[in-house]
């Protein structure tokens, strides 16, 4: 009978650690915060949830139910590809965000994977200010930084990392992008010019002069040397494979229980 409860106790382990090794689920995260229920509905409606959650390392830029009142009335086509722009395809919370190299970085989001994205819409360009303030804008050239870094939402190395960002980010023309393939990444120029000034209190910043410009295009950037790149998502084999050995753990742990309350008896 020991041998059975020790077995039990077993396969009840592996099993935990199975369902932990599995990832995460973001709309489940997001549920925790009613602040974000819209943009947590919205990965829904536009079916990114699915997406997000087949990957192993993402940062999710989230915005509040206020701040996300302006896209209510965008066609459903128009929402994904919005949402999309603020799912970035690498790990970054504050620690690595207050450590970026050269104070700017461009990261790549889930619309650039899209193949919809024209030019450099499906980039960002996050820039440390000198005030301290972490922004975030679209890395199309000339487009202003808009977005302050409110806070971190929820953060679990180097898996997912959820900050929450002032305001909706909006590239220029993405309602109307029609690419068949992604762009590659925009090259910083060969002379770094230091971030640009704080600020001021009557509007958004514009980029820094070292962001990228949508006639330079060159390699894409490399991952930061603080944290994963990001990956693919896992093949789908990979999902059914990982569901039957679920199943199958947890019919083992049915028949050991049932072995175990039958000794007992």
């Known amino acids: 009978m020991m041998n059975l409860n020790t077995l039990f106790f077993s396969l009840l382990l592996l099993f935990l650690f199975f369902h932990i090794a599995n990832g995460f689920n973001i709309t489940k995260l997001l549920s925790q915060y009613s602040d974000f229920s819209s943009f947590n509905s919205y990965l829904t409606q536009t079916q990114l949830a699915g997406d997000i ?24 086509n128009v929402l994904k590809k919005i949402m999309s722009i603020h799912v970035v395809l690498d790990y970054y919370d504050l620690p690595k965000l207050k450590k970026l190299s050269k104070k700017s970085s461009i990261l790549t989001t889930l619309f650039q994977s899209s193949g919809q994205a024209s030019g450099q819409q499906g ?30 939402v929820v953060s679990q190395p180097y898996n997912v990392s959820v900050l929450q960002i002032s305001t909706v980010l909006i590239p220029t023309g ?36 070292e962001a990228p410009t949508a006639d330079t295009p060159g390699s894409p950037p490399k991952p930061a040397a603080d944290g994963p790149a990001a990956d693919a998502p896992t093949d789908k084999s990979d999902g059914i494979v990982g569901v ?11 028949i050991v229980s049932t072995l175990c309350f039958v000794s007992m008896a």
């Open 53 to 76: 959650n087949s990957r192993q390392t993402i940062t999710i830029l989230v915005v509040d139910n206020n701040g996300m009142s302006s896209l209510s009335s965008k066609p459903a």
């Open 123 to 152: 980039f960002l360009n996050v820039t440390n200010m000198n005030n301290g303030d972490i922004m975030f804008g679209s890395a199309i050239h000339g487009s202003n930084l808009g977005a302050n870094l409110v806070k971190s």
């Open 174 to 209: 993405i309602e109307n992008s029609t690419a068949t393939s992604p762009s590659k990444a925009p090259a910083h120029s060969p002379k770094s010019a230091p971030p640009s000034k704080a600020p001021a209190p009557g509007g958004p910043a514009k980029a820094p002069s």
């Open 244 to 254: 039957a050995l679920g199943l199958s753990i947890s019919i083992a742990m049915i």
